[in-house]
Nanobody, 115 residues
Framework: QVQLVESGGGLVQAGGSLRLSCAAS????????MGWYRQAPGKQREFVAL???????NYADSVMGRFTISRDNAKNAVYLQMNSLRPEDTAVYYC?????????WGRGTQVTVSS
């Protein structure tokens, strides 16, 4: 088992920036991928960004060019730098780890973007 703890959410004005962090409770084994998903009120959870253990990244079209995912493998952590935030980015953001084909989720952190 592994616990994922997110931090860094909050309230920001449109055009602003936030940096989300997620730390795993133990070392992560390969193969693995860590990423972020989000869920807005009344909507299904959706993919935001992903980084594989080898460093490859993938982004949802809606955040491409505005969000950047990064990892610190020594700290078992993944980050999401969010720039040029829009009201439609408002959601609970969840950290995700897939390790040996098993998915783990954090409890989420709220991001609210005011217009």
């Amino acid at each position: 088992q592994v616990q994922l703890v997110e931090s860094g959410g909050g309230l920001v004005q449109a055009g602003g920036s936030l940096r989300l962090s997620c730390a795993a409770s133990r070392s992560i084994f390969s193969p693995n991928a860590m990423g972020w998903y989000r869920q807005a009120p009344g909507k299904q959870r959706e993919f935001v960004a992903l980084q594989g253990g080898g460093g490859s990244t993938n982004y949802a079209d809606s955040v491409m060019g505005r969000f950047t995912i990064s990892r610190d493998n020594a700290k078992n952590a993944v980050y999401l730098q969010m720039n040029s935030l829009r009201p439609e980015d408002t959601a609970v953001y969840y950290c995700n780890l897939v390790e040996y084909g098993t998915a783990y989720w954090g409890r989420g952190t709220q991001v609210t973007v005011s217009s």
